[in-house]
């Protein structure tokens, strides 16, 4: 079955410090790959996307390449600001089958970015 | 555009009672989901609608939870008796048109249960 492993947390780090959270992935097929972000007191909300291998989303100053040979997916932020805190879900939805459209999502990232 | 709705934001009862959550998607969406989302972990979904049809329950606990979606707008989801392990956040989302490879879901607020 589908299933996606995010690092180990939470994850404190400066402001204006490099930002990495690793993701890698098992599923069936070509899965599309996902971040979604929840900010404290708010609900999901997606940061970016990709639907097929070597795409790059990105959204807000945050990349992620996906890399099929690797099965991986890793957050990245080149300068963190204090309004990033917050948890960050690494996901992945099927293209076929009874789950279709279904979002696996790995146990999520809490980052802390103090001033 | 008003984003998805949920209701209520919070509930505390008593293992063995009942209790409802009320989703309302984003005007137009034919896809809901429920999930339900335990402290310290990634959401999991519960049951997935297409319309006012089931697409996918099989993560449901049919024994005590049940789900619909009348009239393929609003949804329900209800747990009947509630046990301890229940006490999670259960997330409503809803997305556009039939679901399908990279389409983005649209998240709710959640209702935090609490069972004593």
């Known amino acids: 079955g589908n299933s996606v492993t995010q690092m180990e947390g939470p994850v404190t780090l400066s402001e204006e410090a490099f930002l990495t959270i690793n993701c890698t992935y098992t599923?069936?097929?070509?899965?599309?790959l996902f971040w979604y972000v929840q900010y404290p007191g708010e609900g999901l909300q997606l940061l970016l996307k990709a639907t097929k291998a070597d795409d790059k989303g990105s959204n807000k100053g945050f990349e992620a390449t996906y890399r099929k040979e690797t099965t991986s997916f890793h957050l990245e932020k080149g300068s963190v600001q204090v309004s990033d805190s917050a948890v960050y879900f690494c996901a992945l939805s099927n293209a076929g089958g009874t789950s279709y459209g279904k979002l696996t999502f790995g146990q999520g990232t809490i980052l802390t970015v103090h001033p | 555009e008003a984003g998805v709705a949920q209701s209520p934001r919070y509930k505390i009862i008593e293992k063995r009672q009942s209790v409802a959550f009320w989703c309302n998607p984003i005007?137009?969406?034919?896809?809901l989901y429920w999930y339900q989302q335990i402290l310290g972990q990634g959401p999991k979904l519960l049951i997935q609608f297409q319309n006012n049809g089931v697409v996918d329950d099989s993560q449901l606990p049919k024994d005590r939870f049940s789900a619909e979606r009348l009239k393929g707008v609003d949804s329900t989801l209800k747990i009947q008796p509630a046990k301890l392990e229940d006490s999670a956040v259960y997330l409503c989302a809803s997305s556009p048109g039939l679901a399908g490879p990279g389409v983005e879901q649209f998240f709710g607020p959640g209702t935090r249960l609490t069972v004593l």
């Open positions: 005007s137009g969406h034919a896809t």
């Open positions: 599923a069936t097929g070509y899965p599309s």
